[in-house]
């Protein structure tokens, strides 16, 4: 495959406040010749418009303060066809990928080969798309309930940002451990398709949180009414999430989709009245820490996807080219979005599955 020299990105060279500040730029392909040997580069076909997206451009991640420093081209999910694998890799070109790496919303976007867990191959019944649709999303969720929360069969375990991307793996993940799953989203005007979606997913109860005093509901819809075991929290409500656990629940931070930058402020007697064990959970620290963890994670949950138990949510809207990006960032921003917004960068040639749809 003739590689181009230069590719077109989205390039953050300042920080900027709002999706339509977002630019398409000429940017050198990313594979300077003295990186040969040790970078993967893909040919995007897919990406997905992530959270984490949206604080990268606008300068409100943690990792903007060191690894996410302008300039850099956005984008973390992408999938993809291998276009040059150094001698040493796994991957030929031509082989069909999906991964995590800065630098997705691009043509090309270069991967560190040995990185672990950076690049998979695409599993057939997902195809390019839905492998785009999941990314991160798999380990992150797994991890987060599995490791960080010791889930068990027969608990009931509440997913609060349930229609999200990591929100719809995480009801999935749990009910294949044979857990009751409780989900939690807004559920106004417009979300008929997320709750048929989560019921779809196995979500034994869909709660929506817009009315005062949603955690009582929460309670009531445990099999005794005491409460749940586990809360998956993605949205940054750790005392509602106190409140919707029985004594000596446990509650794991994922993320702060719904803090808008602002961390709550908590009255840590909470924690001590009702014994609750409240862990954080970083997939990508974690697997920086321990990569051993990392590939456990990843090797579990991809053995659940080879048994056909996960499937991609992709939001059904459809997003084209690098200049639809900020659409898709937008409509996720507006709140329209459940599961994942894929944008098609580029065709598959010829490189298709069939795929479980919701
Ligand atoms: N710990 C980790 O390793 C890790 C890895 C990746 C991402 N994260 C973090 O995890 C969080 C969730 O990520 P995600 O990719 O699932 O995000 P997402 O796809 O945007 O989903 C977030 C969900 O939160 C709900 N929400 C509630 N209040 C919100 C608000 N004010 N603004 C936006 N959404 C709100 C939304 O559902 P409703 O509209 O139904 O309320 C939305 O579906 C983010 O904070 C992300 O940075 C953590």
Redesign the pocket.
């Known amino acids: 495959m003739a590689l181009p020299d230069e590719i077109e990105a989205i390039l953050i060279d300042n920080f900027v406040p709002k999706t339509s500040d977002l630019r398409v730029s000429s940017i050198p392909l990313p594979l300077p010749p003295e990186k040969r040997d040790t970078t993967l580069l893909i040919r995007t076909t897919h990406v997905s418009a992530?959270?984490?997206d949206?604080?990268y451009f606008q300068g409100k991640?943690q990792n903007n303060r060191r690894h996410a420093r302008p300039p850099f081209v956005l984008g973390?999910e992408f999938s993809g066809i291998i276009a040059y694998a150094p001698a040493s890799s796994p991957f030929k070109p031509g082989d069909p990928v999906f991964g995590t790496a800065r630098g997705a919303f691009a043509d090309y976007v270069a991967v560190e080969a040995g990185t672990e867990g950076a690049v998979r191959r695409v599993p057939e019944a997902w195809g390019l798309r839905g492998a785009a649709a999941v990314g991160?999303?798999g380990p992150?969720s797994y991890?987060?309930l599995v490791y960080a929360g010791r889930m068990k069969k027969g608990e009931t375990v509440l997913v609060?940002?349930?229609?999200?991307?990591?929100?719809?793996i995480a009801v999935q993940i749990a009910k294949q451990f044979g857990a009751r799953v409780i989900a939690?989203?807004?559920?106004g005007a417009g979300?008929e398709g997320?709750v048929e979606m989560l019921k779809k997913l196995g979500a034994d109860a869909v709660i929506?949180?817009q009315k005062e005093g949603w955690e009582e509901e929460v309670r009531k819809a445990t099999p005794d009414g005491q409460g749940v075991h586990l809360v998956y929290d993605?949205?940054?409500?750790v005392l509602s999430s106190i409140k919707c656990c029985r004594f000596g629940g446990r509650v794991v931070?994922?993320?702060?989709?719904?803090?808008?930058g602002k961390m709550e402020d908590l009255k840590v007697n909470r924690v001590l009245l009702k014994q609750i064990s409240l862990v954080?959970?970083?997939?990508?620290?974690?697997s920086r820490q321990f990569p051993d963890h990392a590939k456990a994670v990843w090797d579990e949950f991809m053995q659940m996807v080879s048994e056909g138990k996960i499937k991609p949510v992709e939001y059904a809207e459809s997003y084209n080219g690098l200049r639809d990006i900020p659409r898709a960032l937008e409509d996720?921003?507006q709140?329209k979005?459940?599961?994942?917004a894929v944008v098609k960068i580029s065709e598959e040639q010829g490189v298709e599955a069939s795929r479980p749809r919701l």
């Open positions: 992530s959270h984490v949206m604080l991640h973390t991160i999303s992150v991890g987060a609060l940002g349930a229609g999200g991307g990591l929100g719809v939690v989203v807004n559920t979300s997320k929506g949180y993605g949205v940054g409500a931070i994922v993320g702060f989709a719904g803090r808008g954080g959970y970083r997939f990508g620290e974690s996720m921003h709140r979005v459940w599961g994942r």
